[in-house]
């Protein structure tokens, strides 16, 4: 089993950046892909950002590319989700999500584990 703790969400200004983190405990991290996700009201949950186990590998979503960017400490067992240039449609709710193996997906039907979800409201 795996626990995931995510944090770091507010309500910023257009143009602002925030950084959001998650917490794995329960399993090797390290061995581990892992995700971002977001779901806005009223819209399915959609892809935003992944890394691979070792961190070597990343891959995100059009609409977050060259404005986001997701990292990994295995020593800390933290995942993190740095966001700059933040526009409205960026407002949603952000989960975490990890998976069994090492190698990263966009699919989120491949990700076993979910974190509670973070708020972030851009504001214009």
């Known amino acids: 089993q795996v626990q995931l703790v995510e944090s770091g969400g507010g309500l910023v200004q257009v143009g602002a950046s925030l950084r959001l983190s998650c917490v794995a405990s329960?399993?090797?991290?390290?061995?581990?892909?892992m995700g971002w996700f977001r779901q806005a009201p009223g819209q399915e949950r959609e892809f935003v950002a992944t890394?691979?186990?070792?961190?070597?590998?990343?891959y995100y979503a059009d609409s977050v590319k060259g404005r986001f960017t997701i990292s990994r400490d295995n020593a800390k067992n933290t995942v993190y989700l740095q966001m700059n240039s933040l526009k409205p449609e960026d407002t949603a709710v952000y989960y975490c999500?990890?998976?069994?193996?090492?190698?990263?997906?966009?699919?989120?039907?491949?990700?076993?584990?979910w974190g509670q979800g973070t708020q972030v409201t851009v504001s214009s």
């Open positions: 999500a990890a998976r069994s193996w090492s190698a990263w997906t966009m699919s989120a039907s491949a990700y076993e584990y």
């Open positions: 329960g399993r090797t991290f390290s061995n581990s892909a």
């Open positions: 890394i691979s186990a070792n961190g070597g590998t990343t």
